[in-house]
């Protein structure tokens, strides 16, 4: 997956802006409990990192995305 960490910063006089597209490792799992045939309770979660930095030096962040959620079938 591709991703673009930013970064600005600002001190009131002057501003900087950086940013920088990557390609980080992406994964998932994800996780249900059939309460009825047609009722399920699921719970998700995604996991990536994200690379940010100004002039050159670029540090790595982890994204966790988590969802809990209901599904009905019809």
Same mark, same amino acid.
């Given at each position: 997956? #591709?991703?673009?960490?930013?970064?600005?910063?600002?001190?009131?006089?002057?501003?900087?802006?950086?940013?920088?597209?990557?390609?980080?490792?992406?994964?998932?799992?994800?996780?249900?409990?059939?309460?009825?045939?047609?009722?399920?309770?699921?719970?998700?979660?995604?996991?990536?990192?994200?690379?940010?930095?100004?002039?050159?030096?670029?540090?790595?962040?982890?994204?966790?995305?988590?969802?809990?959620?209901?599904?009905? #079938?019809?």
């Amino acid at each position: 997956m #591709q991703s673009r960490g930013k970064l600005s910063t600002s001190d009131g006089v002057s501003s900087t802006y950086s940013a920088k597209n990557s390609i980080q490792p992406y994964g998932g799992i994800s996780v249900a409990y059939h309460v009825t045939p047609m009722l399920s309770i699921t719970a998700k979660g995604n996991f990536s990192r994200v690379k940010y930095g100004v002039d050159g030096e670029y540090d790595t962040a982890t994204v966790q995305l988590w969802s809990v959620g209901v599904s009905v #079938q019809f």
